[in-house]
């Protein structure tokens, strides 16, 4: 098996500490060998062939240093979840304006109906 290069191994350690750090610049900042490659511009076979680097990241994996979501992600996800209820209530009042609308047409053509006269 042929083994990554002494400047890929440098590229996938200088990676491997951001996303430990914290401050990833192309992933969300999980743990996980394909935010590795990501994270240093590599295919995700060149991470598997790098063995003590894969090591490391594993070991990282099962210390459970995965941390919990920064706050700025926690929020972003609270002002997404409050834009996508403000756009979800826009929807519903303009869905009721509609169909108030139509059922005033309905009623309107209703009440232009008059009934023929016989003369009989």
Do not use: C, F, Y
């Amino acid at each position: 098996m042929k083994l990554v290069s002494a400047q890929t191994e440098t590229a996938l350690r200088a990676a491997l500490a951001r996303l430990v750090e914290g401050r990833p610049t192309r992933t969300d900042g999980r743990l996980s060998a394909a935010n590795l490659a990501r994270e240093a511009g590599v295919a995700r076979a060149t991470v598997h062939r790098a063995a003590a680097i894969l090591a490391e990241l594993k070991a990282l994996q099962s210390v459970g240093l995965s941390r919990p979501t920064p706050p700025e992600r926690g929020v972003l996800k609270a002002e997404r979840t409050r834009q996508e209820t403000e756009h979800l209530q826009a929807q519903h009042l303009q869905v009721r304006a509609l169909l108030a609308r139509a059922e005033s047409r309905r009623q309107a053509a209703a009440s232009n109906i008059h009934p023929l006269r016989r003369d009989d």
